[in-house]
């Protein structure tokens, strides 16, 4: 078992290993009194997971009560989180008590979103399932839910108490929603991590799971501890995302997350080269490295859709937008761009090298 400590406004470890969630009782208990416990899961999770959970915080002398809702993006609004709080109460949790967000990052960030609110704030564990919530969003406290206006609009910063990630829940991932984990991995690589760029385009990662997970949450942990609150650096770990989070959005969350993110990491490197700001054939290394790992790099929609949609960043601060623009793999620069310049920025990202 690998274990990442973190150090932010609440310190928490991320364990890392195979079979973990038989211990997910056990490792509570090392942090916690035994108490009531509120597994939040969606329904494909809750069918592969659950009992196994269930019955690790059993035997460590957790009660328990849980809260299955519809997989995907779509439950990832309001109507959603305002169910589970009403079954929190019902339940009577306490602020003795424990969230266990058991499932991909749509779980993890909206039951991180109802433990940072409900009675101001009670503790939770993350156990990711996904790839994409092992490496990424299962650390460094970002939670919140969709509104109309675009993705993650209302949320807080609220970390978790506890990350365990089995690496054994992998195995039964679809193809296309590991790759999602794979788009926000070459994301770490191209932010600061030649090597790990390197093992993830020549597809020389898949026996080294462990290793790969527990480079990205150290990487994230060290510019989350230097930045929670996403004033400045944070905003790097954004990459590709102001694209991404619009062509996600335009979809209607047909396309997921981490292939929105592929395509915006793709757009974003040949702005960046357009601008005169990445180096020369950088775009196309990308674009081949997320081809080979059977991630899309075209969006079907207008420069005029896919800017309007961007324009609603939360990197927005009154006339200007900051977006990250690789420079070089292993190296991005944040830059504020007037949003009277953004159409021309998505027009720049789309024309074909
Ligand atoms: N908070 C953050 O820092 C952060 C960072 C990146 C992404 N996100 C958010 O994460 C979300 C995407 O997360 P995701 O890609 O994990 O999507 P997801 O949670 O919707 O999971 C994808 C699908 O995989 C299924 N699934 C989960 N685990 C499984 C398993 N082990 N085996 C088989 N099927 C399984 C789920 O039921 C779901 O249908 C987006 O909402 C995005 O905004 C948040």
Known sequence: ???VKVNTSKEYDILIGKGLLTQVGKELAKRISPCKAAI??????DSLFSATVSHSLAEAGFSQCKFVFLQGEGSKHISTLSDILEFLA???ITRQDVIIALGGGVVGDMAGFAAAVYQRGISFVQLPTTFLAAVDSSVG???AIDLKAGKNMAGAFYQPKLVLCDINTLLTLQKDIFADGVAE???YGIIGNEKLFEKV???DYIQDLEEIIEICVSMKRDIVMRDEFDNGERQLLNLGHTLGHSIEKLSQFTISHGHAVAIGLYLIANAAEARGMGESGLAERIRKALVKNGLPTKAVFTVEEIAQGALMDKKRRGGTISFIFPEKIG???IEKIPVEEVEQLVAEAMKSR
């Open 141 to 143: 406290g970002k939670t």
């Open 1 to 3: 078992m690998r274990t």
């Open 40 to 45: 939040i899961t969606d329904n494909k999770v």
């Open 90 to 92: 019902e339940e009577e």
């Open 201 to 203: 385009e020549t597809l």
């Open 331 to 333: 190296r991005c620069r």
């Open 185 to 187: 991995t070459l994301k």
